[in-house]
């Protein structure tokens, strides 16, 4: 790691609001709505899928939890209206997760429910780990009334990934398989990337072994490198899986991604509440801090 991302990576929840904007403003597609169908529509254009987020989490009450709910049924009717080749992504503590459990649930559920019914689909992103357990559960209560409609995020720095893989094998399977952003303690998380980076090629061997559609969400070339590789292995058609990537980061990549045959989906995230999303982002790659950097002071930059 280079000083300058290390100083990144040490600071930057510390930086003041309006300084995190000026370098993450390339990977937040605005404050509304309006403008993550625009850039989902730029992203269809280039033969790439969506993911739309609203940004926001760990809510105090009730009252917000509806205010996320009936944006994600906007953002699904919206995106049905628009005709985009697009899904929707969303966290359990955004529907109330921390306030009563099974709010939250009735919450995602008619989010769930609305997606079946046009024919789309709802990703239950995996939080910080005191989360990891009700979430697995949302998903396998909902994967039962809605298979196909539905999937969670499993995170290859958790200790536990494969195990909790291979206990949801009872059912259909899909994920999104990430790394990990939360800074989880080293009783419950890997801490040293070596180990992370096997943990993520053993848990997606596991899952294409039992079947799974898996969302492959990383940047690291290595790993894609060892996915095509499983891919090949396991002899999977272009529509049973998919890699993922987050808008703004490495287009170099995913266009080269694309143009190996492989179908890519951008998680495309909007909304007021853009901060503490956008300091998480540049923790965990500093290089975006850096080529933004770069592009202010007019020097030439690779792609991060």
């Known amino acids: 790691m280079s000083i300058f991302n290390f100083l990144v990576s040490k600071t930057i929840m510390h930086v003041p609001g309006p300084i995190v904007g000026f370098f993450a403003k390339g990977y937040i597609a605005g404050e509304d709505l309006k403008a993550a169908v625009l850039t989902t529509k730029d992203l269809n254009s280039k033969g790439m899928m969506a993911t739309i987020d609203i940004l926001g989490e760990f809510i105090k009450t009730r009252e917000e939890a509806t205010f996320f709910k009936q944006h994600c049924l906007d953002i699904l009717n919206r995106i049905d209206k628009e005709g985009l080749d697009a899904n929707l992504s969303l966290k359990p503590t955004q529907m109330g997760l921390e306030l009563d459990k099974e709010f939250a649930f009735d919450n995602i559920r008619e989010i769930v429910a609305l997606a079946a019914s046009l024919n789309n689909f709802v990703r239950i992103d995996m939080e910080d780990h005191p989360c990891t357990d009700d979430t697995l559960e949302f998903f396998r209560r909902l994967r039962e009334e809605f298979t196909g409609h539905v999937g969670v995020v499993v995170q290859s720095y958790m200790r536990r990934t494969l195990e909790d893989v291979e206990n949801l094998s009872d059912g259909p399977l899909n994920f999104r398989l990430c790394k990990g952003i939360y800074n989880e303690p080293r009783e419950v998380a890997y801490k040293d990337m070596a180990i992370i980076n096997r943990n993520f090629v053993e848990c997606l061997d596991k899952m294409f072994e039992k079947g799974a559609y ?37 287009p170099e ?40 950097l770069r ?3 007019g020097m030439k930059s690779k792609s991060v």
């Open 253 to 292: 990549l995913r266009s080269l991604i694309v143009k190996a045959g492989n179908r890519l989906r951008v998680y495309v995230p909007f909304g007021k509440s853009w901060l503490p999303y956008s300091k998480r982002r540049l923790k965990e790659n500093p290089s975006i801090a850096q080529h933004a």
């Open 214 to 250: 898996v969302g492959i969400a990383t940047h690291d070339e290595k790993l894609v490198f060892e996915a095509e590789l499983l891919v090949k292995k396991f002899g999977l058609k272009r529509d049973e899986y998919e890699f993922q990537m987050l808008l703004g980061v490495d």
């Open 295 to 297: 592009q202010m002071l």
